[in-house]
């Protein structure tokens, strides 16, 4: 069966600093990957997507980044954090062409 | 431009009554959509979907209605139960259109279901 994990849980970290998160999906090959934001009060929001190794789109202009360096990995990062980047985050997978996404557990930053 | 709509940030209902969820889109490419329960820390969790060839799905005590004309779906939750307390967000997907840009969500509802 497929599963996702992503890491770290829970992070505070000082506006300024770096950012890494990671995820990895277990399970599957070639999935669509996805990193999402969920913002007090605003729903859910697509940051990134990928279709393949290398492959980034990006949804909205923002301070973060992300790679997929291996098929099953995908990570988030950041160089400098601002205040507004505190939310939680959400990896994703779908198999391709089907529209149901498979969410991590979660992480959730809190910028100081 | 907010493409997915769930206008009622929030609902209340009795243990044992229908709790009706309620979302709005605007895009018309949408073909697909789904409803997400989410616990607080913890990733959203599939609850049930609609094709746009249909206008009913129904999974146990959950049933999804889609009126395309209306651009417009709801959840049905038969009866309540205290379990069911969480948010829930709606979204959606175009599917014929390859899907790889993920799912559209709405800012989701929370339900909560009094004893």
């Known amino acids: 069966s497929q599963t996702i994990h992503q890491w770290p849980a829970t992070l505070v970290q000082p506006v300024g600093s770096p950012l890494s998160l990671e995820c990895t999906v277990e399970?599957?090959?070639?999935?669509?990957l996805y990193w999402y934001r969920q913002a007090a009060g605003r729903g859910l929001q697509l940051l990134f997507y990928?279709?393949?190794?290398?492959?980034i789109s990006s949804e909205v202009p923002q301070n973060l980044s992300a790679s997929r360096p291996q098929d099953r990995q995908f990570i988030l990062s950041s160089k400098k954090l601002l205040l507004s980047d505190s939310g939680f985050y959400l990896c994703?997978?779908?198999?391709?062409?089907?529209?149901?996404?498979?969410f991590g557990e979660g992480s959730r930053l809190t910028v100081l | 431009d907010q493409q997915v709509k769930q206008n009622s940030p929030s609902l209340s209902v009795q243990e044992g009554r229908i709790s009706i969820l309620n979302c709005d889109y605007t895009n018309s490419m949408f073909d697909y959509f789904l409803w997400y329960k989410k616990y607080p820390a913890e990733g959203p969790t599939f609850l049930i979907s609609i094709s746009s060839i249909k206008d009913k799905n129904e999974d146990g005590r959950f049933t999804v209605f889609l009126n395309k004309s209306a651009k417009h779906l709801s959840l049905h939750i038969v009866p309540s139960q205290p379990g069911d307390s969480a948010v829930y967000f709606c979204?959606?997907?175009?599917?014929?259109?390859?899907?790889?840009?993920?799912?559209?969500f709405g800012k989701g509802t929370h339900l909560i279901i009094q004893p």
């Open positions: 994703a997978w779908s198999v391709r062409g089907v529209g149901e996404l498979f």
């Open positions: 979204a959606a997907s175009s599917v014929s259109g390859g899907g790889a840009d993920g799912l559209t």
């Open positions: 990928s279709v393949g190794i290398g492959q």
């Open positions: 399970g599957t090959s070639n999935p669509n």
